[in-house]
């Protein structure tokens, strides 16, 4: 119609002025073309308006806007209708995708398995919540951070390729757990990036390591009881033998001097025997052990009655014993009979460590780290244990005491994988031991 309107009147504007036509018809010819082509220019804004609106949704990905262009003519409503049914498809899409990150953000989020993002800058992210707890720190932003927790394990995180494992190890908390760390590389938006998993191993590694000692020790002590039966027997009868011979009259004095000698001879290698026996024996318990009958324990019970237990025969040897717990309410699952022969265990060593001093102190305390994990600890402020020493406490057979069977550590580890948890040596600031059950 605008067209129309202005073409008719651009023409009666042509015939009037070749025509001779009057002033005042030509003057209202040519304000019906103006008016007619403003309405044509606005008409078009109008028009481009709309679609430029409707083109910087999708450049801005904003799909809220409708549009409302049929009253401009009926030519208009397919373009209104159209416009409207893109805009809510792209916005559901939208939508969509959305709920979608949501979903995986979420469930990143709540993964068990700790995730590193490793840019080519040196900068590191963390992923999710385990990882958080893991390092126990809000944020990381550098891999310079990745240093308190080790050198090595800053080296590995740093070095390894897309598609390779390696173990690395992380100390946190004076605690050193290994971890296999995964990489796989990832771009986005054009940035190439190197995300990082790992799983902790370190019970595995534990349990695997306790069950080989187990069967070295099932196999070992079963052997050496088999050998000193006989042994046993055939000193025995000796024993009796020389015994008899003895009690009978002998004149040559040199013969019976012998004969004493060999009995001495035969009563020591029967005590040896005997010790050996016990010795093996001793050791048998960790291949016998039964399975934990865990239930809830309140840590400030169980300290005071382990207190009660302690406290005189530790006093007789003038050396103190604390014990503290925080929160008051702490409570663990433990079985309580398995944790009495850990914590008595650890008591045992340190009072070797101070029977010494002069002022001897064992700290026994319990408290929830910042991994939420219980941590049942002993401490003295003894000597403390050298580095070459460190690295083979818990293994059986292993002990630096003259009269030491090496079997009290490993059952200490050993209770304590079979609670699900760990045991862990560090030297004290002031150069005693801390021992420390993590459950």
């Not at 020493?389 to 059986?396: D, K, L, R």
């Amino acid at each position: 119609m605008r067209l129309t309107l202005l073409f008719v009147a651009m023409l009666a504007l042509a015939f009037a002025i070749a025509f001779d036509g009057q002033l005042t018809l030509m003057m209202t010819l040519v304000i019906v073309i103006l008016i007619a082509g403003i309405s044509l220019i606005r008409f078009m804004h109008k028009i481009f308006g709309d679609l430029e609106c409707f083109l910087s949704g999708f450049r801005f990905g904003d799909f809220q806007q409708s549009f409302t262009i049929r009253q401009l003519g009926t030519s208009f409503e397919k373009l209104e209708t159209l416009l409207n049914l893109t805009s809510e498809k792209f916005k559901q899409m939208r939508l969509k995708q959305e709920q979608q990150a949501v979903y995986f953000q979420s469930l990143v989020q709540h993964l068990p398995l700790p995730f590193l993002i490793v840019h080519d800058n040196g900068r590191v992210e963390i992923m999710n919540m385990a990882t958080r707890r893991l390092f126990n720190v809000a944020e990381i932003t550098n891999s310079d951070q990745l240093t308190q927790y080790g050198a090595s394990f800053q080296r590995d995180v740093l070095q390894i390729h897309p598609g390779e494992s390696l173990l690395s190890s992380i100390t946190i908390e004076n605690t050193e757990e290994f971890f296999v760390l995964t990489s796989t590389a990832i771009s986005l938006q054009g940035s190439q990036q190197k995300l990082v998993s790992l799983q902790n191993v370190q019970g595995e590694l534990d349990a695997t390591e306790l069950a080989s000692w187990q069967n070295l020790l099932r196999v070992t002590s079963h052997e050496i009881l088999n050998s000193l039966a006989p042994v046993s027997s055939c000193v025995q009868m000796v024993e009796s033998l020389v015994g008899d011979i003895l009690g009978k009259e002998i004149n040559d004095q040199d013969v019976r001097d012998d004969l004493e000698d060999i009995r001495d001879a035969i009563e020591t290698m029967a005590r040896r025997s005997e010790g050996l026996k016990r010795f093996v024996q001793s050791y048998r318990q960790l291949t016998r052990m039964p399975p934990p009958k865990t239930r809830k324990v309140m840590v400030g019970d169980y300290f005071r009655r382990l207190e009660s237990l302690l406290i005189h025969e530790l006093a007789q040897k003038r050396i103190a014993v604390s014990f503290s717990w925080h929160p008051a309410s702490l409570t663990l699952l433990a079985d309580e009979d398995m944790l009495d022969q850990a914590i008595i265990n650890l008591v045992r060593n340190a009072v070797d460590a101070v029977k010494d001093s002069d002022d001897g102190k064992i700290g026994i305390r319990a408290y929830i780290n910042g991994k939420q994990r219980v941590i049942l600890e002993v401490s003295d402020n003894g000597p403390g244990i050298d580095a070459e020493t460190v690295s083979n406490i818990f293994v059986p057979f292993f002990t630096t005491k003259k009269q030491g069977s090496g079997v009290g550590l490993s059952v200490v580890r050993y209770i304590m994988l079979s609670h699900g948890g760990t045991a862990h040596y560090s030297p004290a600031a002031d150069g005693g031991s801390i021992f420390r059950l993590v459950f």
